[in-house]
């Protein structure tokens, strides 16, 4: 059992330069995230999805989008990467539900974006 | 926009006692989640307290919610050295299904 898996750990990017951040989870979650995660800033929720083919904007959505064509797959897609984008980005999973549950997090992608 | 906001923003304790951190969030909530992240490390969920619950332990963590004061505080007792994180809480809103939003966090440092 894997749990969430994202890779990769480390990238740096050239401004202008699109990628994917990648993220899997074999736990049968319907809910996935994304977050960056900033000196001081905490943690700030980027996109998330509450099953397969749904999406939603969270607090800081410019400059990235997002698919759910799986249940397991909830890739993080820069569409032209800037420094501000410079961060370390978590994606988490949890069970959905009325009640609420624990989020199981990946270790993170570190990005930098010179 | 931050719900919670931790307070303190870093604490520096001896091997052996307690810890307490706090919590206050803005609006009303389905529940309460707090986390621990080691340095370079992703969240670790510690524990979750529900709106209509006021207490919850688990082993050495102490949780207490107050949501009359919109607040929690998360106790460790008799810290070790491995206790070194940074925690948060994160809140849940009335549905339970809509997305956690995380404070800034508490940075703890546990001195051998």
């Known amino acids: 059992n894997a749990g969430v898996t994202q890779t990769p750990k480390f990238q740096v990017l050239k401004t202008g330069q699109s990628m994917t951040l990648q993220c899997a989870q074999d736990?049968?979650?319907?809910?996935m995230s994304w977050y960056r995660q900033d000196p001081g800033m905490g943690l700030r929720l980027i996109h998330y999805?509450?099953?397969?083919?749904?999406?939603d904007q969270g607090e800081v959505p410019n400059g990235y989008n997002v698919s759910r064509s799986t249940t397991e797959d909830f890739p993080l897609r820069l569409l032209s990467a800037a420094p501000s984008q410079t961060s370390v980005y978590f994606c988490a999973s949890s069970y959905s539900g009325r009640h609420g549950s624990g989020y199981t997090f990946g270790s993170g992608t570190r990005l930098t974006v010179v | 926009s931050q719900q919670g906001e931790e307070d303190p923003q870093a604490l520096s304790i001896q091997e052996g006692e307690n810890a307490t951190m706090n919590c206050s969030y803005k609006t009303s909530i389905n529940n309460l989640q707090w986390y621990r992240q080691n340095s370079g490390r992703g969240l670790v969920h510690l524990i979750l307290?529900?709106?209509?619950?006021r207490e919850k332990h688990s082993g050495r963590l102490r949780v207490t919610l107050d949501t009359s004061k919109k607040s929690s505080s998360l106790l460790i007792t008799a810290s070790r050295a491995a206790d070194t994180a940074s925690y948060f809480c994160a809140t849940a809103g009335h549905s339970g299904n809509t997305p956690l939003v995380f404070g800034k966090g508490t940075r703890l440092s546990v001195i051998a």
């Open positions: 999805s509450v099953g397969a083919g749904i999406t």
């Open positions: 736990m049968n979650h319907e809910y």
């Open positions: 307290i529900r709106s209509n619950e």
